[in-house]
């Protein structure tokens, strides 16, 4: 079983930076996509920034030119770089890691969730 445990999380002015942090064990990150999603209060979970299963990058629109994903293959974890924080990137943010090559499918393995708050 892939358990997650995520860190970094914490309250920030608006305009600086936290980095999430999310350690894997039971399985590596390079292999399988992985990624970043967000939920505030009153709204869906979205998806924020992932790794594909070869490396590459994809960034949901709001965060592009912020926010910078991340992972160490040697201690297995995965990061998130958030830079230039406003007031709306206000939300619980969950890692998530594929079970499967192909992308992120029902039956992911999820963390627990780290509260991210930007103050005004």
């Known amino acids: 079983q892939v358990q997650l445990v995520e860190s970094g999380g914490g309250l920030v002015q608006a305009g600086g930076s936290l980095r999430l942090s999310c350690a894997a064990s039971g399985r590596t990150f390079n292999t399988y996509p992985a990624g970043w999603f967000r939920q505030a209060p009153g709204k869906e979970r979205e998806f924020v920034a992932g790794?594909?299963?070869?490396?590459?990058?994809t960034f949901t629109n709001s965060v592009k030119g912020r926010f910078t994903i991340s992972r160490d293959n040697a201690k297995n974890t995965l990061y998130l770089q958030m830079n230039s924080l406003k007031p709306e990137d206000t939300a619980v943010y969950y890692c998530r890691a594929s079970r499967a090559r192909i992308g992120f499918t029902d039956g992911d393995y999820w963390g627990q969730g780290t509260q991210v708050t930007v103050s005004s």
């Open positions: 790794f594909n299963w070869n490396g590459g990058t």
